[in-house]
């Protein structure tokens, strides 16, 4: 995926007096309603601009010049630009999320019962729905997670399931081929030797594995090289996107789409995508901001989800730049912290 020169986080540092903003904050509510052009007639007669057509158009004129306008074609009426829209966000008022989809929210995490892997993927469909947008779940690491449970199970001869539970409730699960056959009691015999080696510790404790030339030592020794050889995580390791579908919906350009689902799909890119703009809690990237051209027509809305303080993963959603910024970042913002205290009590449960 193309990634050109990555541009300054807010390009809105210029402060614009309160005609202007009014003006501005018109032209992009009325644009992301209508996605058409929006003129100077229409604003004037906006309650909250309270100025003359010609007052209007001089105005338009004027931030078209500063770059926060740009007119689509001659004679029609002009868009935000990706200058525009930052302005917009950095300057909107929170919202809040509506009664309804608070209920939908709490519902869905009072009935929910599943491993933390499920819930996560069942909340970007959630999310998906609540919104209309495209959802990420960047799911947490088990960098800090400490090893609950660690358990063999014999599939056959020469095959072994090896299952870890960590405390922050995910479950992990890798298959065994191995050269040799082993018996039941061989595995279970492994099975209890690797739960006592690994209970307790985290993922980036050293673990000193028996030196045994055994078969049962030969097992264990594989199944803590598997399940320690899992290389740096950023944020989290695994991503769930809800309603791609939507992205079809949400753009008019077929190759905008291609682009936009082809990134997507590359899991590392999302993920440090995420990694650039937790620290700043919820958070908007638009357009060519984060430097992906593929997203240059796009915005995404992204909210952390901690434990114990820290971020391990996030919530977000991926539209048009002329999206409902206020509703989106309500729904990304509530989701997270469902998520959170979901995790955190997980986390306390089996810590």
Not at 200 to 212: I, K, L, N, Y
Not at 289 to 302: F, N, Q, R
Not at 311 to 333: H, I
């Amino acid at each position: 995926m193309s990634r050109k020169r990555q541009s300054p986080a807010s390009s809105s540092a210029q402060e614009l007096d309160a005609r202007k903003a009014a003006i501005l904050e018109a032209v992009v509510t009325e644009h992301i309603d209508t996605a058409q052009p929006v003129g100077s007639g229409s604003i004037a007669a906006n309650d909250r601009v309270a100025v003359s057509p010609a007052t209007v158009r001089s105005e338009m004129v004027a931030l078209e010049r500063e770059g926060f306008l740009v007119q689509p074609h001659t004679s029609a009426g002009r868009i935000p630009t990706e200058r525009g829209y930052r302005y917009f966000v950095d300057h909107l008022q929170k919202g809040a999320l509506g009664a309804a989809k608070q209920q939908e929210l709490g519902q869905f995490f009072q009935s929910v019962l599943a491993e933390i892997e499920d819930v996560l993927n069942q909340t970007s469909g959630l999310l998906a729905r609540m919104t209309n947008y495209t959802s990420v779940v960047v799911a947490p690491s088990h960098e800090r997670a400490s090893i609950r449970s660690a358990q063999m199970v014999d599939l056959s001869p020469n095959r072994v399931l090896v299952v870890a539970i960590f405390s922050d409730g995910t479950v992990e699960r890798h298959t065994l081929e191995m050269e040799k056959e082993f018996s039941p009691v061989e595995v279970a015999d492994a099975s209890h030797q690797l739960n006592g080696l690994l209970v307790g510790g985290a993922r980036d404790q050293r673990v000193e594995v028996p030196s045994r030339d055994t078969g049962v030592a030969e097992l264990v020794r594989r199944a803590v090289a598997t399940l320690f050889d899992v290389g740096p995580t950023v944020v989290g390791d695994q991503v769930f996107i809800g309603g791609s579908s939507r992205v079809a919906e949400a753009f008019d350009a077929v190759e905008t789409v291609r682009s936009v689902l082809g990134l997507l799909e590359q899991e590392l890119v999302v993920v440090s995508l995420v990694q650039d703009i937790l620290d700043r809690g919820l958070s908007v990237a638009i357009g060519t901001e984060k430097g992906y051209e593929s997203l240059a027509t796009c915005a995404v809305v992204m909210a952390p989800v901690s434990v114990d303080g820290g971020p391990v993963g996030a919530v977000g959603l991926l539209g048009p730049t002329r999206m409902n910024y206020r509703e989106a970042m309500a729904a990304a913002q509530a989701v997270s912290e469902r998520l959170t205290q979901r995790l955190s009590e997980v986390s306390g449960e089996r810590g």
